[in-house]
């Protein structure tokens, strides 16, 4: 079965940039779009950003000017560039793979940003 791990979260102060990455452990097919949500403690799971399979992105508003989704289809991997963060940002942030028969979830990797 596929998974998604992701990695280049960490402690960082405010007003750092970051890049999370979302690898794929295989193909996976008709994909629909994919996508970044976070998780703060004791909030509901939250989108970010989304691109879909036309290249089309959604961003959150509260992370738009901030946020880059990318991916590079060539090796499997999604991108998040998290620039200007805030403390409000610290959450899990989980990569999303949304295709034609199911949806793919990673792990989480966490983003603290101290003031």
């Known amino acids: 079965q596929v998974q998604l791990v992701e990695s280049g979260g960490g402690l960082v102060q405010a007003g750092e940039s970051l890049t999370l990455s979302c690898a794929a452990s295989?193909?996976?097919?008709?994909?629909?779009?994919m996508g970044w949500y976070r998780q703060a403690p004791g909030k509901q799971r939250e989108l970010v950003a989304l691109?879909?399979?036309?290249?089309?992105?959604n961003y959150a508003d509260s992370v738009k000017g901030r946020v880059t989704i990318s991916r590079d289809n060539s090796k499997n991997i999604m991108y998040l560039r998290v620039n200007s963060l805030k403390p409000e940002d610290t959450a899990v942030y989980y990569c999303?793979?949304?295709?034609?028969?199911?949806?793919?979830w990673g792990r989480g990797t966490q983003v603290t940003v101290s003031s």
């Open positions: 999303y793979y949304r295709t034609n028969d199911y949806n793919l």
């Open positions: 691109i879909t399979a036309g290249g089309n992105t």
């Open positions: 295989g193909s996976i097919f008709s994909i629909n779009a």
